[in-house]
């Protein structure tokens, strides 16, 4: 359940590098026993390069590269989620086809709140909104209200090795933290409604930050072993077009505000599930308890303030939240702010952060409080992905030989 120039990790790989050549090879090799006679081969597609992003034209005949994202309705959203995703989406949106929605599904595979699920879905809606995801540009709706998600989630189980699945780091701490009469197989699976959520929507691209890599990679394999078992000849004999059924997706990884850290500590990412509130300043909290919060956040006793010192992490953190809420370049904050101290930067990082969020929280308000257009929203959201999902759907259901219905 971040988000712009996002445009720098993506892979390249040289057709005319033999060295490269031999490692793609033997990554076939390595996957040889999960592919079949594919692997065996260990044939080398030398022209695996990823292209960068294209920024579409105003023309009829451009096709727009497709993003879909979203974030969990727990808890509340905070300043991390907001300017690793979401602020980055109203970018997006401008250059790309964008889906994003809520996702509830997600939501479930920890115990929680049953009376709070539906109105934090609204609220993760409206915030959305709120922060300037424009629906004449992108389809918002919620995961659930697309029954594609879960079906597809069932025929991608059938294709994953449950291996994938045991070396996902976050399933093992949250498991850990939980304890094994806590944590239900939906954890376990998270990773596989994910590669749906995305595969559904044949999507090229993916907001991610460093701790979803490792379930991109996932979705990745997943799309390639699918095509593989089920696609090409194969689904041709069976009476469709051929070719792959889904696109595999590249990552897109902001190089500012991917993890905006804790204000209790600058090494551990922002987080919903942290304990403290005071950890984290959420986008509906009132002017006088953010100003609270950055009166208490952790600091330093070292001397001015300065990007990128490894033993300033806190420091680092509270520039680099400066510089995404005010717009202003890295060398422009750290021409300012080198001979602060922390008193006087606290104030005017206080006072930057109401100025951008209470536009913010005044718009959510208003949005809120019109239950019928956000519904409206949502059900004309949830029908435009429908038309997408439903099609991928029906072409996998083919390819893996069910009665057409």
Not at 50 to 65: G, H, I
Not at 114 to 138: N, P, Q, W
Not at 232 to 237: A, D, L, M, S, V
Request: net charge positive; glycine share 6%.
């Amino acid at each position: 359940m971040s988000r712009t120039s996002i445009l720098s990790p993506f892979l390249n790989l040289s057709a005319t590098s033999p060295l490269i050549c031999r490692r793609i090879q033997r990554s076939f090799l390595k996957r040889a026993e999960l592919f079949g006679d594919y692997g065996k081969r260990g044939r080398c597609f030398c022209s695996l390069s990823a292209p960068q992003p294209q920024v579409s034209d105003n023309s009829t005949t451009s096709v727009r590269k497709r993003i879909v994202s979203g974030v969990q309705p727990t808890g509340s959203i905070h300043l991390g989620n907001y300017l690793g995703a979401i602020k980055n989406w109203v970018s997006l949106q401008n250059t790309y086809d964008t889906l994003f929605f809520i996702v509830d599904l997600h939501a479930i595979t920890l115990p929680y709140d049953t009376r709070e699920l539906s109105k934090a879905t609204k609220d993760t809606a409206a915030i959305y909104l709120a922060c300037g995801v424009d629906t004449s540009k992108a389809s918002v709706f919620v995961q659930s209200h697309v029954r594609a998600h879960v079906e597809l989630l069932w025929l991608l189980s059938s294709a994953t090795p449950i291996g994938w699945l045991n070396r996902m780091i976050q399933f093992k701490e949250k498991s850990r933290k939980a304890g094994d009469e806590n944590v239900g197989v939906a954890l376990l699976t998270y990773p596989v409604l994910m590669a749906s959520d995305i595969l559904l929507y044949q999507s090229d691209f993916v907001p991610v930050g460093e701790d979803q890599k490792q379930h991109l990679e996932l979705t990745r394999e997943l799309a390639e072993r699918v095509n593989h078992l089920y696609g090409g000849r194969k689904w041709k004999k069976l009476g469709g077009r051929g070719g792959s059924l889904f696109k595999v997706p590249e990552p897109l990884i902001p190089p500012a505000g991917a993890r905006v850290m804790s204000l209790t500590d600058g090494l551990s990412k922002m987080s919903k599930s942290a304990p403290s509130d005071q950890s984290r300043i959420n986008l509906l909290d009132s002017n006088d308890v953010i100003a609270n919060k950055i009166k208490r956040c952790k600091t330093d006793s070292f001397s001015g303030l300065e990007f990128d010192n490894p033993d300033r992490p806190e420091c680092n953190n509270l520039l680099s939240v400066y510089q995404l809420v005010t717009g202003k370049t890295k060398e422009e904050v750290a021409q300012e702010c080198q001979n602060m101290n922390w008193g006087t930067f606290k104030v005017v990082l206080t006072d930057a952060l109401v100025a951008h969020l209470n536009p913010i929280q005044a718009r959510y308000e208003e949005i809120i409080s019109d239950t019928g257009y956000l519904d409206g929203v949502l059900a004309e959201g949830a029908e435009k992905a429908a038309s997408v999902a439903d099609a991928t759907l029906k072409n996998v259901y083919q390819a893996m030989g069910f009665l057409q219905r």
